[in-house]
């Protein structure tokens, strides 16, 4: 068996704790990775993983070998991509994560003219709101929203992130619209779960003002409250990247727009400049260019002629 494959499937089994997750995401059979994880252990005469019916867990030699597989497979695709830049093609595989509502917005449709413009590159987007360890998950570069990103990762700034208090017009019927900030602690809100569930923050000019409201329903990512919110759910906090289409086309209106509330930026994260690949390079330049289209939420198509005539 292809010894590189088998550290390549050992890796996503150790990663994941599931056999079957492994096999789907490789698309192979569970038997197969079964046959490969043994392969490995037959192989290196240790036992890598403690299994049971309901967990996967990596022994103390599995420990040491998922860090030395990390860095074998990690140096292959360093090669693969130095020894594939000759001919001008970029080649291999990226992995990004981005939060899931960034993804639904922009990064996606960002990542398929990027990858037109480099067909023989492939991109694994893993759409999620949970904190991952690039190092362990192998992930090449992170997409995130932040007021302040991890200070052990390389953080490129690739725009700021603005966001308006909205709401349908089917609840401003039913309830007077907020004309203060304090108007806000008497209506019904939906709110983030992992931050300013309770208290939200407005400022207008020097003057700033906290309000506590009433957070009837919350979740932890942006689309769900999108959603809510357009079913006449209260009144929500959305970024303008997600808000604005609504706005214009009126199924949402803003609230209190003489307001600012707290701008946060999206960064493009990474765990080290040194050995960056020429791919990571290459999507990150792009997606300054991607997002440096003003207003950026609203790209039209010259704009984007623009950044795949650049060839970035």
């Known amino acids: ?14 990663t994941s704790g599931s056999f079957s997750a492994t096999a789907e ?6 038997a197969m990775v079964t046959r490969y994880v043994g392969e490995m252990e037959r192989w290196l005469a240790a036992r890598l993983l403690q ?19 990390q860095q074998m497979l990690a140096l292959m695709e360093n090669v693969e991509e130095e020894t594939s830049d000759h001919d001008g093609e970029l080649r291999g595989q990226l992995r990004v994560t981005c939060s899931i509502s960034l993804c639904y917005a922009q990064l996606a449709k960002a990542i398929v003219e990027f990858l037109r413009m480099h067909p023989q590159l492939k991109i694994d987007l893993n759409a999620s709101e949970g ?8 992930v090449d570069l992170a997409i995130r929203i932040s007021g302040a990103p991890d200070p052990t990762l390389i953080g490129r700034v690739l725009a700021p992130c603005s966001s308006v208090l909205v709401a349908s017009p089917a609840y401003l019927a039913k309830h007077a619209e907020p004309q203060i900030p304090a108007d806000l602690s008497v209506h019904r809100c939906v709110s983030y ?28 990512e942006a689309t769900a409250l999108l ?51 020429p791919a990571v390079r290459a999507l990150l330049d792009f997606l300054v260019e991607w997002f440096a289209a003003v207003p950026w939420q609203d790209m039209d198509s010259t704009t984007l002629d623009k950044i795949q005539k650049r060839g970035v």
């Open 1 to 14: 068996m292809d010894r590189l494959t088998a550290m390549q499937v050992f890796v996503e089994v150790a």
């Open 25 to 30: 995401k490789l698309e192979m059979s569970r």
């Open 51 to 69: 299994r049971t019916t309901r967990s996967v867990t990596l022994t103390d030699a599995g420990e040491n070998c998922l860090r030395r597989c």
């Open 131 to 138: 904190a991952l360890n690039l190092v362990e998950a192998r």
């Open 193 to 220: 779960a992992n931050f300013g569930k309770s208290i939200w923050t407005l400022r207008r000019g020097e003057l700033q003002e906290q309000v506590s409201v009433g957070s009837y329903f919350s979740a932890n």
């Open 227 to 277: 959603q809510a919110c357009l079913a006449g759910g209260g009144i929500a906090l959305q970024p303008t990247y997600l808000a604005n289409p609504y706005l214009r086309d009126g199924r949402l209106q803003q609230i209190l727009p003489e307001w600012d509330l707290p701008e946060m930026s999206i960064y493009a994260l990474y765990p080290s400049r040194k050995h960056l690949s």
